[in-house]
């Protein structure tokens, strides 16, 4: 039983129980005429939120984040955690064209999210594919959604059209990997696109995966050219 329900958004409400201690629940949008909802740790009203560019010394904590889905999930199908010196590398890499963001929570970095080379051919200059992660404690909160779009927002004013998200898929749902990724995509806009079936091997299975598009912007025929992301804040 309840005293009441305050509405804070789309996803988030709070309940106040017997006791009058708040609850925070998550509610995900319906999927084939199902909704899911589950207890967690919420985003209080009172936590400070911040989106940023990412810096080389927010390495060691991205890649700690990172790491849990390389040893527990087939959310990457990479094998093994890259050292720091190489995840630093890649960093660079991205830094040269496109954000890398990160964003807090009362100071402390709860996901990451970087924009990257759709192929690499100069063709597809308009299109790029996006990452995102968030710490495995920080799920259902609203997080992910600020983040993604705080990147989309940076790209389309690079110029980018295109976004894509290559995603692993499993015919069933098992411990390492569930059907989240590609529902929480669809809600943001994206349809799928595309689906190579048992192309990715980890922890003795075979998962799929798919391809998810969003259009972001205007296709011409004199299209301008992508401006590099600036880091200058």
């Known amino acids: 039983k309840t005293y009441g329900v305050k509405t804070f958004s789309d996803d988030d409400c709070r309940i106040s129980f017997r006791d009058k201690t708040p609850v925070f629940i998550s509610f995900f949008r319906c999927y084939n005429n199902s909704c899911y909802s589950s207890f967690s740790k919420r985003r209080s009203p009172m936590d400070s939120i911040n989106i940023r560019n990412a ?20 959310i990457t199908f990479e094998y093994e955690v890259p050292s720091l010196e190489e995840f630093e590398n890649r960093m660079r890499n991205t830094m040269k064209k496109y954000p890398y963001l990160v964003i807090e929570r009362n100071g402390k970095i709860e996901g990451y ?24 404690n920080a799920k259902k909160c609203g997080l992910g959604r600020k983040l993604y779009e ?27 990997l569930n059907k989240n990724s590609a529902q929480f995509h669809e809600h943001l806009g994206f349809h799928l696109c595309g689906t190579f079936e048992n192309c990715g091997y980890k922890f003795n299975r075979w998962y799929d995966m798919i391809w998810m598009e969003k259009i972001i912007g205007e296709h011409k025929a004199d299209q301008p050219p992508v401006k590099p992301y600036s880091y200058m804040e």
Do not use: H, Q
């Open 150 to 176: 705080a990147l989309a927002d940076r790209l389309k004013t690079m110029g980018i059209l295109n976004l894509y998200a290559c995603i692993g898929y499993p015919k069933v749902e098992d411990e390492y």
């Open 55 to 74: 810096k080389l010394e927010d390495a060691p904590r991205i890649l700690e984040i990172y790491a849990y889905y390389v040893e527990n999930t087939v």
């Open 113 to 136: 999210s970087y924009a990257g080379p759709f192929v690499g051919r100069a063709a597809y200059d308009w299109a790029c594919e996006l990452t995102i992660y968030l710490d495995n």
